[in-house]
């Protein structure tokens, strides 16, 4: 057993943190990684959705085809890979549902993101982890909550503010949830609805090696690693002022 695994955040492309790219390509090297999980919303789908769209944001057609084009930097890099499916990568579906198109009538995740060797499920067992994407996962400890629920180590994403690692150990076993937080910029308009709010996204990933978790957050403020200055390519450019 050799299961390194490199869990990234939502990522919600466009609408990706600059850095975050790298910052997971280094993560992955650091801690010599062998396989990748994506924790849910690679995708944003922002103007394919039941809430209204921002008129300051690209169109259904423009914001496929500008996602398709960031998810190849994605998919090069880590060409195998585990997906959890998120709420927002399977808006499509259940928006077809409201109109009764069935599931059988619409392209696979692997056909709509040119990704043939990324395996998409709702969720994965490995080493006895659990992982998921946490939808309707909540409060101050979701993974931690979830974990509890289901009496078993879990991994999720979800919850963008949520980063964090906690162990419950009992007599017969020790188990933890990590909230693995994720890899957005609240800048952009996308995130409007959250602008009000005190508590900010944290940018960080996770690596699971052989059932044992790690939580690296990721270095951005003025003067480290990762601040924005340092990378000219990131998400979409379509900042609120």
């Given at each position: 057993m050799n299961n390194r695994i490199l869990c990234v955040g939502d990522l919600h492309i466009p609408f990706v943190r600059k850095g975050y790219y790298e910052f997971c390509k280094d993560i992955y090297k650091k801690y010599k990684c062998n396989q990748v999980m994506f924790m849910g919303d690679v995708v944003d789908f922002h103007?394919?959705?039941?809430?209204l769209h921002n008129p300051e944001l690209p169109n259904a057609l423009d914001e496929y085809k500008l996602s398709l084009e960031m998810l190849?930097?994605?998919?090069?890099?880590?060409?195998?890979?585990?997906?959890?499916?998120?709420?927002?990568?399977?808006?499509?579906?259940?928006?077809?549902?409201?109109?009764?198109?069935?599931?059988?009538?619409?392209?696979?995740?692997?056909?709509?993101?040119?990704?043939p060797n990324w395996d998409w499920q709702w969720n994965f067992m490995v080493d006895g982890v659990y992982y998921s994407h946490g939808i309707s996962t909540g409060a101050l400890h979701p993974a931690y909550n979830e974990m509890r629920k289901r009496a078993?180590?879990?991994?999720?994403?979800?919850?963008?503010?949520?980063?964090?690692?906690?162990?419950?150990v009992n007599p017969e076993r020790r188990m933890f949830g990590l909230d693995t937080g994720c890899g957005i910029d609240d800048r952009q308009m996308a995130f409007a609805y959250n602008q009000f709010n005190g508590i900010r996204s944290v940018i960080s990933a996770a690596v699971i090696i052989n059932g044992t978790p790690y939580l690296e957050v990721m270095p951005m403020g003025k003067g480290e690693?990762?601040?924005?200055?340092?990378?000219?390519?990131?998400?979409?450019?379509?900042k609120r002022k």
């Open positions: 103007s394919v959705s039941f809430h190849k930097q994605w998919s090069g890099t880590f060409p195998k890979a585990r997906v959890c499916i998120g709420n927002h990568c399977s808006r499509i579906v259940r928006l077809a549902q409201t109109v009764n198109i069935p599931s059988q009538l619409l392209r696979s995740y692997r056909e709509i993101w040119d990704t078993l180590s879990v991994v999720i994403g979800h919850n963008h503010s949520a980063a964090g690692l906690k162990y419950l690693g990762y601040e924005d200055s340092k990378f000219t390519k990131g998400g979409y450019n379509g």
